[in-house]
């Protein structure tokens, strides 16, 4: 599916105050996902604790917990961490941000559903939080509340995380998968789990990856997209329902620059700055102004020049160089951030009080912007 000053739970430290400013949070509440030091629902953006941003390069939202990337390459977490998935070392959920224990040399973050991984300057990653698929990718099914490394890999440039999966991208071009197989969403033609990394079957040449909520993706060389896993409202786009343990092509998608998978639904972002869509609608996630599912990309209405996009459960974000983040999809927990908890069916402008922005991250109910 991704912030605050002080000392959150035993065994942390605190983080300084000039780390965290105008990083802005919106939705679900209830574990602190959104860092605000309360627990209380907001249905409009708020500041995370803190008074600077001038640490932070990358948001990453869960299901209900999220990362923030320093840029001295450090991760701070806060949230739900029933599974260890904020890596402090206890199992304690706090609404404030705390150090992930021992990460240092940090490139990129993601929040999974309930685990969270990290990759490092030396293309190795490290991973914390829910195992029970072998998410976690070091060979075990043990929750892990501190960071531990996925065993096998190195020469990763990307990452990316579903609810009980995981993804990497090698130098190479082609793609690992470790966690839950039952929907094919390790793409290796079987549905076997694995707690350590497989390649992915037939990809090479990619140069983007995404996690859906149990269903992959990834953006070749060539502009196209390759989607595996669960298929069950059109999420892979290929014209069907059909689950696929395999890579299948999304159906008419030229020219894009950048894939984001989402609980049950997929976005697109094309070189032209325009943003396509496809899979559960149900809430409007899609953005065409129905809420029929679509099992091939249609485009998402009225967005143009669009440089940033992202996914939650069922909702979507989307960030044109001009501003403003624009959101639709469901509404039930206030995380379109519109002051309203009504759905949208097409993209609507917020006000969130930031400019310049760089991150966008939709989790399980919640948004964050930095």
Known sequence: MALATLLIASGTSPVSAAQFERVKAWGQNTSGQLGDTTFVERHTPVTAAGETDAGVTQVSAGEAHTLALLS????????LNSDGQLGDGTGITHPDPATVTGLLGVRAVVAGGGHSLALLSNGTVMAW?????????????????????????????????GIDHSLALLADGTVRAWGSNVFGQLGNGTLVSSSVPVAVTGLTGVAGIA???FHSLARLNDGTVRAWGRNDFGQLGDGTTINSS??????????????????FHSLALLTSGTVRSWGLNASGQLGDGTTTNRST???VLGLTGISLISAGNFHSLAYPATGPV????????????DGSTTNRTVPNGIRTGRVGIVSISGGGAHSVIF
Request: glycine share 26%.
């Open 72 to 79: 001295d390459g450090t991760v701070e977490a806060w949230g």
């Open 297 to 299: 990309p249609v485009a």
């Open 326 to 337: 624009t959101t639709w999809g469901d509404n039930t927990s206030g995380q379109l951030g």
């Open 246 to 263: 395999v890579p299948v092509t999304v159906i008419g998608l030229t020219g894009v620059r950048t894939v984001e998978g989402g609980g």
């Open 129 to 161: 939080g829910n195992n029970n698929s072998g998410q976690l990718g070091d060979g075990t099914l043990f929750d892990r509340s501190t960071p531990v490394q996925v065993v096998g890999l190195t020469g990763v440039v990307a990452i990316g995380a």
């Open 211 to 213: 996690g859906g909520g």
